[in-house]
Nanobody, 124 residues
Framework: QVQLVQSGGDLVQAGESLRLSCAAS????????MGWYRQAPGKQRELVAA???????NYGDAVKGRFTISRDNAKNTVYLQMNSLKSEDTAVYYC??????????????????WGRGTLVTVSS
Protein backbone atom coordinates (compact mmCIF):
# COMPACT_ATOMS: atom_id res chain seq x y z
CA GLN A 1 0.00 0.00 0.00
CA VAL A 2 1.10 3.52 -0.72
CA GLN A 3 -0.20 6.77 0.66
CA LEU A 4 0.32 10.52 0.55
CA VAL A 5 0.50 12.38 3.85
CA GLN A 6 -0.08 16.12 3.70
CA SER A 7 0.84 18.85 6.14
CA GLY A 8 0.97 22.62 6.34
CA GLY A 9 -2.59 23.90 6.02
CA ASP A 10 -3.46 26.89 8.19
CA LEU A 11 -5.36 30.15 8.60
CA VAL A 12 -3.35 33.12 7.33
CA GLN A 13 -3.89 36.76 6.46
CA ALA A 14 -4.00 38.00 2.87
CA GLY A 15 -0.50 38.75 1.62
CA GLU A 16 1.17 36.17 3.83
CA SER A 17 2.92 32.97 2.81
CA LEU A 18 2.40 29.31 3.56
CA ARG A 19 4.14 26.09 2.56
CA LEU A 20 2.41 22.76 2.06
CA SER A 21 4.20 19.43 2.13
CA CYS A 22 3.16 16.00 0.89
CA ALA A 23 5.19 12.87 1.55
CA ALA A 24 4.65 9.55 -0.19
CA SER A 25 5.20 6.37 1.77
CA UNK A 26 4.85 2.64 1.27
CA UNK A 27 6.32 0.15 -1.18
CA UNK A 28 7.31 2.67 -3.81
CA UNK A 29 9.31 1.74 -6.90
CA UNK A 30 9.31 5.26 -8.33
CA UNK A 31 7.13 8.36 -8.59
CA UNK A 32 6.21 10.02 -11.85
CA UNK A 33 4.26 13.30 -11.83
CA MET A 34 3.32 14.95 -8.55
CA GLY A 35 0.95 17.84 -8.11
CA TRP A 36 -1.39 19.95 -6.09
CA TYR A 37 -5.07 20.53 -6.71
CA ARG A 38 -7.57 22.60 -4.78
CA GLN A 39 -11.31 22.74 -4.31
CA ALA A 40 -13.12 25.77 -2.99
CA PRO A 41 -16.67 25.56 -1.63
CA GLY A 42 -19.15 25.20 -4.47
CA LYS A 43 -16.43 24.91 -7.10
CA GLN A 44 -14.82 22.09 -9.02
CA ARG A 45 -11.39 20.77 -8.16
CA GLU A 46 -8.72 22.58 -10.16
CA LEU A 47 -5.05 22.14 -10.88
CA VAL A 48 -2.78 24.38 -8.85
CA ALA A 49 0.62 23.09 -9.92
CA ALA A 50 2.32 19.94 -11.15
CA UNK A 51 5.89 18.75 -11.46
CA UNK A 52 7.42 15.86 -13.38
CA UNK A 53 10.07 13.53 -12.02
CA UNK A 54 12.59 15.56 -14.01
CA UNK A 55 11.50 18.85 -12.47
CA UNK A 56 9.38 20.32 -15.26
CA UNK A 57 6.59 22.42 -13.77
CA ASN A 58 3.13 23.54 -14.79
CA TYR A 59 0.89 26.06 -12.99
CA GLY A 60 -2.74 27.06 -13.02
CA ASP A 61 -3.28 30.58 -14.32
CA ALA A 62 -4.62 31.81 -10.98
CA VAL A 63 -1.37 31.09 -9.14
CA LYS A 64 1.33 31.80 -11.70
CA GLY A 65 4.00 34.06 -10.27
CA ARG A 66 2.85 33.52 -6.67
CA PHE A 67 3.13 29.77 -6.03
CA THR A 68 6.13 27.50 -6.53
CA ILE A 69 6.06 23.72 -6.66
CA SER A 70 9.17 21.67 -5.92
CA ARG A 71 10.02 18.11 -5.01
CA ASP A 72 12.69 16.15 -3.18
CA ASN A 73 12.94 12.82 -4.95
CA ALA A 74 15.16 11.35 -2.21
CA LYS A 75 12.39 12.02 0.31
CA ASN A 76 9.47 11.24 -2.03
CA THR A 77 8.07 14.63 -1.07
CA VAL A 78 6.47 17.48 -2.99
CA TYR A 79 6.13 21.02 -1.69
CA LEU A 80 3.96 23.99 -2.56
CA GLN A 81 5.28 27.39 -1.55
CA MET A 82 2.41 29.88 -1.61
CA ASN A 83 3.25 33.58 -1.49
CA SER A 84 1.08 36.69 -1.67
CA LEU A 85 -1.96 34.68 -0.67
CA LYS A 86 -5.38 36.03 -1.54
CA SER A 87 -8.81 35.30 -0.09
CA GLU A 88 -9.68 33.49 -3.31
CA ASP A 89 -6.93 30.96 -2.56
CA THR A 90 -9.06 29.65 0.28
CA ALA A 91 -9.73 25.98 -0.46
CA VAL A 92 -8.96 22.42 0.48
CA TYR A 93 -5.65 21.53 -1.15
CA TYR A 94 -5.06 17.96 -2.31
CA CYS A 95 -1.77 16.32 -3.15
CA UNK A 96 -1.69 13.94 -6.11
CA UNK A 97 0.96 11.60 -7.45
CA UNK A 98 1.41 8.80 -9.94
CA UNK A 99 3.27 6.17 -7.95
CA UNK A 100 4.82 3.13 -9.55
CA UNK A 101 4.67 -0.05 -7.48
CA UNK A 102 5.67 -3.63 -8.07
CA UNK A 103 2.66 -5.91 -8.22
CA UNK A 104 2.22 -9.43 -6.91
CA UNK A 105 3.61 -10.87 -10.14
CA UNK A 106 6.54 -8.44 -9.91
CA UNK A 107 5.26 -6.41 -12.83
CA UNK A 108 5.31 -2.65 -12.45
CA UNK A 109 2.09 -0.69 -12.38
CA UNK A 110 1.28 2.97 -11.92
CA UNK A 111 -1.26 4.05 -9.33
CA UNK A 112 -2.91 7.46 -9.07
CA UNK A 113 -2.87 8.38 -5.38
CA TRP A 114 -4.52 11.30 -3.60
CA GLY A 115 -3.81 12.86 -0.24
CA ARG A 116 -6.66 13.46 2.21
CA GLY A 117 -6.61 17.21 1.74
CA THR A 118 -5.58 20.11 3.92
CA LEU A 119 -7.53 23.32 4.47
CA VAL A 120 -5.96 26.66 3.61
CA THR A 121 -7.95 29.67 4.75
CA VAL A 122 -6.90 33.17 3.75
CA SER A 123 -8.64 36.02 5.53
CA SER A 124 -8.79 39.47 3.97
Amino acid sequence: QVQLVQSGGDLVQAGESLRLSCAASGSIFSINDMGWYRQAPGKQRELVAAITSGGRTNYGDAVKGRFTISRDNAKNTVYLQMNSLKSEDTAVYYCNAEIVVRGITQTLKALEVWGRGTLVTVSS
